[in-house]
């Protein structure tokens, strides 16, 4: 168990549709990052958040948000969604220094878009 | 854009045997991260290797990092079946904190 928590754990959605993701970083972790795994895509890195403000920006879609808010938890939103948006998201998070160190995953959210 | 490349994809061995798996990225990092994934879980942080030459080693796994080569390797001892899983390197991009992952090694062993 890495500390790190995600609810729910699945989720199943029509396309159009919009859905929350919520992930609870390690006690004490300042970063979080959101991961999406595919098939077709591998693990992507998606947004990275540090102490309530974005630090980086990977391949996220402008259909998708997040933040994080002042208790650190992070939401993920992801909106008009589509097929292909079916995938693994997993939250990380790290940085008690906040910088380059090793990332510890949730167990994921499993969004399947109908 | 850094990219990192797995090989194999695909690894079927038997149990007592002996693998490396290859890790290769296309620009400079000096921190390569190893993690195991079991099937429809998370990811489990394996090894952290620092520095050129590192080399760490838990159970039956070892893991090195030539950063002049941009190789990491992921050398499997004597393999058992516990060890079934996919296996992922991530490379972070110099000053950020984004990781890149490779392809994913999907390790199998039989008896």
């Known amino acids: 168990d890495s500390g790190v928590t995600q609810t729910p754990k699945h989720l199943i959605t029509a396309t159009g549709q919009r859905v929350t993701l919520r992930c609870s970083p390690r006690s004490g972790d300042l970063s979080v990052y959101w991961y999406q795994q595919s098939l077709d895509q591998g693990l992507q890195f998606l947004i990275q958040?540090?102490?309530?403000?974005?630090?980086a920006k990977g391949n996220i879609l402008e259909r998708f948000s997040a933040q994080q808010f002042p208790d650190l938890h992070s939401e993920l939103n992801l909106s008009s969604l589509e097929l292909g948006d079916s995938a693994l998201y997993f939250c990380?998070?790290?940085?008690?220094?906040?910088?380059?160190?090793?990332?510890?995953f949730g167990p994921g959210t499993r969004l399947l878009v109908l | 854009e850094l990219k990192v490349e797995q090989n194999p994809l695909f690894l079927s061995m038997q149990e007592g045997k002996n693998y490396t798996i290859y890790c290769n990225y296309s620009?400079?990092?000096?921190?390569l991260y190893w993690y195991r994934q079991d099937p429809g879980k998370s990811l489990e942080s394996l090894f952290v290797?620092?520095?050129?030459?590192a080399v760490k080693q838990e159970g039956r796994l070892m893991a090195s990092l030539d950063t002049k080569a941009r190789l990491s390797t992921l050398h499997i001892t004597a393999a058992v079946h516990d060890l079934s899983a996919t296996y992922f390197c991530?490379?972070?991009?110099?000053?950020?904190?984004?990781?890149?992952f490779g392809t994913g090694t999907r390790l199998q062993v039989f008896p």
């Open positions: 290797l620092l520095s050129n030459g």
């Open positions: 991530a490379v972070d991009i110099l000053n950020t904190d984004k990781l890149i």
């Open positions: 620009t400079t990092s000096d921190r």
């Open positions: 958040y540090y102490n309530g403000e974005e630090r």
């Open positions: 990380a998070s790290s940085g008690r220094t906040g910088y380059r160190e090793t990332q510890y």
